[in-house]
């Protein structure tokens, strides 16, 4: 059997560890992405809210959430241990994310998303909108007085983690 936390100022130690320990086999072993870089925009512990799925004693997926703006919640760094993905704890997960975000009033919802991860995020209601940047919802993209010009890459060249960002959104 599943269960459902929610992390936020004041939970206890060990939840904040299941989180991280989910991102840790998800993102940085199960995808190769630099630990460094993993946790590199992380908040301060206290100011994190997010949404972790325990089954027997152990993290099996995490995602955490955000408030770009009054109306809109952004559910980020969605991840789901290897051994448990497609499993259907993604679905449990966002499920439960949303219902946090519908507690808070928000009537839009988006999630920068892996490309290849659009089409999951598709049969969950969410709409794919190619025509806007993911990062203009990221909280350290509008703490940046100077946007960061990335080197133009050859249009078939490589990603360096294997995906592109899109993003994805739900009117409620």
Partial sequence: MVEIYRIEKGAETWKYKAYDYVRTDAFCVGQSIPIELEFSH?????????????????????????????????????????EKQKGGYGRILIQEAENWLKEY????????????????????????NPEVDPSVYDKHHKQEEKPKQEPSRPKNAPRPFGFTCVLVEKYL
Wanted: proline share 3%; hydrophobic share 35%.
């Fill in 42 to 82: 992380d908040e301060k512990e206290e100011d994190l809210q997010a949404v972790i799925l325990i089954e027997d004693h152990k993290p099996v997926a995490g995602c955490r959430i955000a408030f770009p703006d009054e109306k809109t919640g952004k559910i980020e760094r969605v991840c789901v241990v290897r």
């Fill in 105 to 128: 009033g928000v009537n839009h919802i988006v999630i920068s998303s892996q490309d290849r991860a659009a089409g999951f995020y598709e049969k969950l209601g969410y709409q794919l």
